[in-house]
T-cell receptor, first 113, second 111 residues
Framework: AQSVTQPDIHITVSEGASLELRCNYS??????LFWYVQSPGQGLQLLLK??????LVQGIKGFEAELKRSQSSFNLRKPSVHWSDAAEYFC???????????FGAGTTVTVRA | DVKVTQSSRYLVKRTGEKVFLECVQD?????MFWYRQDPGLGLRLIYF???????EKGDIPEGYSVSREKKERFSLILESASTNQTSMYLC??????????FGEGSRLTVL
């Protein structure tokens, strides 16, 4: 069955430390891939997206993600987190030729001082 | 600035009531979506529409219906609200393969 999985429900990281959020997908062909962030009380905002080409994708707010087809993963990374990065992060996939996005369950990031 | 507006941020309804959630986008997007967001489950697609008067079921359409009479407006209808429909409802729109833009959400409580 087609699915998108975020294995980590909650991650706590110290301010200034690096962050990596995992996302795995199960689709026949590599779908379009997205990462969204939802700050407390806010709507979802797009961080970055992959459609084709370079498998290392740069996004806003200093985030990047790397597609690894052999592992069916699209992990999100940030080298040094800020307190404002505390939020819920969602990985999403859009199968080719299908305008619907399917979302993972989300990972909540807590940043400690 | 692009905008998806959901008319109600917070609603409290009683079991059996009919509930309307309204969503308007100002980007002339063809595609509009309704998701519900629940802790630990992420976002699940209820219905979507790819054109005026067109609609398709998502992953969890039971207990819901939708209406799209105008391109900019997509309404979610709960014909007879139940307590298990207490949730955050998110409207979104996009054009083709473009970015999905979200509204701020409508938090519905059914008592």
């Amino acid at each position: 069955a087609q699915s998108v999985t975020q294995p980590d429900i909650h991650i706590t990281v110290s301010e200034g430390a690096s962050l990596e959020l995992r996302c795995n997908y199960s689709y026949g062909a590599t779908p379009y891939l997205f990462w969204y962030v939802q700050s407390p009380g806010q709507g979802l905002q797009l961080l970055l997206k992959y459609f084709s080409g370079d498998t290392l994708v740069q996004g806003i707010k200093g985030f990047e993600a790397e597609l690894k087809r052999s592992q069916s993963s699209f992990n999100l990374r940030k080298p040094s987190v800020h307190w404002s990065d505390a939020a819920e992060y969602f990985c999403a996939v859009e199968p080719n030729n299908d305008y619907k996005l399917s979302f993972g369950a989300g990972t909540t990031v807590t940043v400690r001082a | 600035d692009v905008k998806v507006t959901q008319s109600s941020r917070y609603l409290v309804k009683r079991t059996g009531e009919k509930v309307f959630l309204e969503c308007v986008q100002d980007m002339d997007h063809e595609n509009m979506f309704w998701y519900r967001q629940d802790p630990g489950l992420g976002l699940r697609l209820i219905y979507f529409s790819y054109d005026v008067k067109m609609k398709e079921k998502g992953d969890i359409p039971e207990g819901y219906s939708v209406s799209r009479e105008k391109k900019e407006r997509f309404s979610l209808i709960l014909e007879s609200a139940s307590t298990n429909q207490t949730s955050m409802y998110l409207c979104a729109s996009k054009q083709g393969d473009g970015e999905l833009f979200f509204g701020e959400g409508s938090r519905l409580t059914v008592l």
